[in-house]
């Protein structure tokens, strides 16, 4: 029995909205407005956009005020319809499965729109290529209300003009194709059959503030047209009714695509299971602390994840731009890889296999692959971060998973890379970009921030150093786990080596003790200190002395911003708030989510903060900062605040769970047991991770702070520095918890239960909880209490 608000919800009136949530499964990627309309559905397979606008509107029974200025162009009907608004602004709940608006009309009829796409289905077939519009009209009044609902969607999308449709009435739908692309096909149906249908050019008919005519039950307008679908209901006095307008988008011709469309699950049926699918899989890696703001990023982080994930032709994978590009950017593979490995490790694999086979013969990383056709581009870059930070997706995933035969099969991948990385090394022994393309940009900047016009960043450059550094380091390390390549561990060990004693000589600012931003390829020096002065410290190329000081000028005013840290300082001749794509002093919540891993070791109470800010950032007010409630957008202006970037960015949410999970909950991966190490505010007294993927088995654990020092709790054999008590087996699930307050974790073993409740509010409280599932109906049991308070075991 699950907690009734097992899932979170945000709800909000309409009014604090600039604009709705994107819903994505496999198939299709949709984003929605303020008002509840759609704004355009994609489709992954084909790589565009097939329908654009979707607006559902509602009309009663009156005859309008207003003349019909030339004579009545529409036939007579013995029942005339006017435009019914909302009575008031209504409520938005923003939920992982769905969005739903919520308004009167006609000051008796209440209406609920849910729009969602359907998700879990299995593979080969995956995901379904629909969007679910579902509305209940709901009649509170005590006289009959005649309501007309009528469905427009512009059937063009970004394709050519030139679509025509036709009605199928045993499917109750619109079935449309481009003349000339007629594999492109667009479904626009209704659960009921229409009183009516039709296709026009009437784009007013949409928002006429005056008249809502019967459509015409005539198909023969082609181009750039309007599919209309209308349904006429007579509601009771206390009436629910409930229908759903049904969006389908294909790939294969007309066939195919009303064979699939036929076979869709009735609505509720796939909400449900949407929902529950979601239940499930966002189980996995729970992290709990005291701070609620980081328990629900960590969630909503998994929630974005998924929406992302997609099966192109290629495989599956996720585009650096969802609904826009079908680009899948090596960079933002290898990252999305560090977060998904604790989700859904499997996705990161299938990554990790395509860049593999997408590697060219010398050992190189591409920037990215094209999913659609799979054409591969480096923007004429000899090294950029692709190649580096392939190796330590690769690394992080062997770590997470175990899998010994998977790394006997994608080591000769690695081995390349590495050996190509050491062929790009100078006389200095600095990794050497030898880009000079006065476009600047991407032909340009060998690193992250690397679409800023005019710009360059080239020569010895400190982020790819310090990535190439780590990146050797672990290729020598997953030789000496093979133990069939001891050459390989000397040489790719010594190498690593060689980069990072030649960074800590030739690109430590010694006026500053902080790291040179580069040394072009003139050999010109570059002081600028930005916000890649993380990356020596995430990837251990600095001494601890060096890393602290890092860690603290990126703490300083000039950087750090409500919503996070900005890219560069406020104060660099450079700075701009909000061109450049955020680049040259915008807030990216990914690389403050860099610095809070960073920081964990030197101030936990950084990396806290840094985790908190920018994810609360994304729900404080929505329509003023251009963010959606627990959707991960891209950037934000470095002044303003407001998001100027994707309203949901794929590669920001893997960065938060795994900053969270490797960071706060202080998990270290190897290739045998893995090691916890908590690096918490001393404030907090206690942390907890459910059900984390690990080496074929999921391990949970928590730890308390008792008498100054952690313990540690685990269902599995684990590696710490503190004392560890092991149980078989996470019984959290057998346990009802009544109140957001707190949070709950159970372990059991042959005689003994443990149970963790852990306050995440900001005062002492008191919590109701049922544990009736997880103890012996007939048992007697002794019962000891820790007081947090008190710091001391009661017994009872």
């Known amino acids: 029995m699950r907690h009734p608000r097992a899932l979170p919800i945000y709800t909000m009136p309409e009014t604090h909205f600039g604009m709705g949530a994107s819903l994505g499964n496999g198939a299709v990627w949709v984003n929605t407005k303020s008002t509840g309309a759609i704004e355009r559905v994609f489709s992954t397979e084909l790589g565009v956009s097939l329908v654009g606008g979707i607006s559902v509107r509602y009309a009663g029974t009156g005859n309008s005020l207003h003349p019909t200025w030339f004579g009545d162009a529409h036939p007579t009907s013995t029942t005339s319809y006017i435009p019914l608004g909302a009575d008031t602004p209504g409520g938005f709940s923003i939920h992982p499965a769905y969005q739903r608006r919520t308004f009167s009309i006609a000051s008796g009829v209440g209406v609920s729109e849910t729009t969602f796409v359907p998700l879990g289905r299995p593979a080969p077939s995956g995901d379904r290529p629909l969007l679910y519009q579902a509305i209940e009209l709901d009649n509170t009044d005590d006289v009959v209300h005649e309501i007309r609902i009528v469905g427009f969607a512009l059937l063009r999308g970004a394709l050519d003009d030139d679509v025509a449709a036709r009605f199928v009435p045993n499917l109750r739908a619109l079935v449309a194709h481009n003349k000339s692309r007629p594999e492109a096909v667009r479904i626009f149906g209704l659960t009921q059959s229409p009183t009516m249908y039709g296709t026009s050019f009437?784009?007013?008919?949409?928002?006429?503030?005056?008249?809502?005519?019967?459509?015409?039950?005539?198909?023969?307008?082609?181009?750039?047209?309007?599919?209309?679908?209308?349904?006429?209901?007579?509601?009771?006095?206390?009436?629910?009714?409930?229908?759903?307008?049904?969006?389908?988008?294909?790939?294969?011709?007309?066939?195919?695509?009303?064979?699939?469309?036929?076979?869709?699950?009735?609505?509720?049926?796939?909400?449900?299971?949407?929902?529950?699918?979601?239940?499930?899989?966002?189980?996995?890696?729970?992290?709990?602390?005291?701070?609620?703001?980081?328990?629900?990023?960590?969630?909503?982080?998994?929630?974005?994840?998924?929406?992302?994930?997609?099966?192109?032709?290629?495989?599956?994978?996720?585009?650096?731009?969802?609904?826009v590009s079908s680009n899948v950017v090596c960079r933002d593979a290898a990252w999305f890889v560090y977060g998904n490995d604790h989700f859904m490790p499997g996705f990161s694999r299938a990554l990790l296999d395509r860049f593999a086979a997408a590697q060219y013969p010398n050992g190189k990383l591409p920037e990215f692959y094209d999913a659609i056709t799979g054409t591969v581009e480096d923007y004429g870059l000899n090294i950029n971060d692709a190649t580096p930070l392939f190796i330590l997706a690769v690394n992080h995933h062997y770590r997470l998973t175990g899998d010994f035969h998977w790394l006997q099969a994608i080591y000769p991948s690695v081995a390349k890379a590495a050996r190509y990385i050491r062929e790009q090394t100078d006389d200095r022994h600095l990794v050497f970009c030898s880009a000079r393309d006065p476009r600047g940009n991407v032909w340009a900047i060998a690193g992250w921030r690397n679409v800023m016009p005019l710009y360059t960043l080239n020569g010895a450059?400190?982020?790819?150093?310090?990535?190439?550094?780590?990146?050797?380091?672990?290729?020598?390390?997953?030789?000496?786990?093979?133990?069939?390549?001891?050459?390989d561990v000397v040489e790719f060990g010594k190498a690593s080596d060689c980069i990072r004693?030649?960074?800590?000589?030739?690109?430590?600012?010694?006026?500053?003790?902080?790291?040179?931003?580069?040394?072009?390829?003139?050999?010109?020096?570059?002081?600028?200190?930005?916000?890649?002065?993380?990356?020596?410290?995430?990837?251990?190329?600095?001494?601890?002395?060096?890393?602290?000081?890092?860690?603290?000028?990126?703490?300083?005013?000039?950087?750090?911003?409500?919503?996070?840290?900005?890219?560069?300082?406020?104060?660099?001749?450079?700075?701009?708030?909000?061109?450049?794509?955020?680049?040259?002093?915008?807030?990216?919540p990914g690389l403050t989510w860099w610095y809070a891993f960073a920081a964990a070791h030197y101030h936990p109470e950084f990396m806290v903060e840094a985790l908190r800010s920018s994810f609360e950032h994304y729900a404080d007010n929505p329509k003023v900062n251009n963010t959606v409630p627990g959707q991960f957008s891209e950037w934000f202006d470095g002044e303003s605040l407001i998001n100027r970037g994707m309203r949901l960015s794929p590669w920001e949410p893997p960065r938060f769970l795994w900053a969270a999970v490797e960071g706060v909950c202080g998990l270290m991966l190897t290739p045998s047991l893995p090691r916890v190490h908590p690096i918490v505010p001393v404030t907090w007294k206690w942390i907890a991770l459910r059900r984390l993927p690990y080496h074929g088995n999921e391990l949970t654990y928590f730890a308390t702070r008792e008498a100054g020092e952690f313990k540690i709790y685990a269902t599995g054999e684990i590696e710490s520095d503190h004392p560890?008590?092991?149980?078989?087996?996470?019984?959290?699930?057998?346990?009802?918890?009544?109140?957001?307050?707190?949070?709950?974790?159970?372990?059991?073993?042959?005689?003994?239960?443990?149970?963790?409740?852990?306050?995440?509010?900001?005062?002492?409280?008191?919590?109701?909880?049922n544990i009736r599932e997880i103890v012996e109906t007939h048992a007697a049991y002794e019962i000891a209490t820790y007081n947090s308070e008190r710091d001391a075991w009661e017994s009872s």
């Not at 209309?228 to 229908?243: A, E, H, I, S």
């Not at 790939?251 to 499930?280: N, T």
């Open 202 to 323: 009437d784009f007013g008919s949409v928002y006429d503030p005056s008249h809502v005519h019967p459509l015409s039950n005539d198909t023969q307008a082609c181009g750039d047209v309007l599919g209309c679908l209308q349904l006429d209901v007579v509601l009771q006095p206390g009436q629910r009714y409930p229908l759903c307008f049904v969006t389908g988008v294909f790939a294969h011709g007309e066939e195919d695509a009303i064979e699939a469309y036929r076979d869709q699950p009735e609505w509720k049926v796939a909400l449900q299971d949407s929902v529950a699918y979601l239940q499930e899989i966002l189980e996995a890696s729970q992290v709990l602390t005291p701070d609620p703001q980081i328990n629900r990023g960590v969630l909503w982080s998994k929630v974005n994840m998924r929406r992302v994930m997609s099966d192109y032709p290629q495989g599956r994978a996720f585009t650096n731009e969802p609904g």
């Open 461 to 487: 450059v400190t982020e790819i150093n310090a990535e190439c550094v780590a990146a050797l380091r672990d290729a020598a390390h997953l030789a000496e786990n093979l133990k069939t390549y001891p050459d």
């Open 501 to 588: 004693t030649a960074m800590n000589d030739l690109l430590l600012n010694p006026d500053n003790g902080l790291y040179y931003l580069n040394i072009d390829a003139d050999a010109n020096t570059h002081t600028d200190v930005t916000g890649d002065e993380v990356f020596p410290v995430m990837f251990r190329v600095c001494d601890e002395e060096t890393g602290f000081r890092i860690i603290s000028r990126l703490n300083s005013p000039d950087f750090w911003t409500p919503a996070g840290l900005r890219t560069v300082s406020r104060n660099d001749p450079l700075y701009d708030p909000s061109t450049n794509v955020g680049l040259l002093g915008g807030v990216w």
């Open 724 to 769: 560890v008590e092991r149980y078989e087996e996470d019984v959290s699930g057998g346990i009802l918890l009544f109140s957001d307050n707190a949070a709950v974790v159970a372990l059991r073993r042959p005689g003994e239960t443990i149970i963790l409740v852990g306050n995440v509010g900001p005062q002492t409280t008191t919590v109701p909880l």
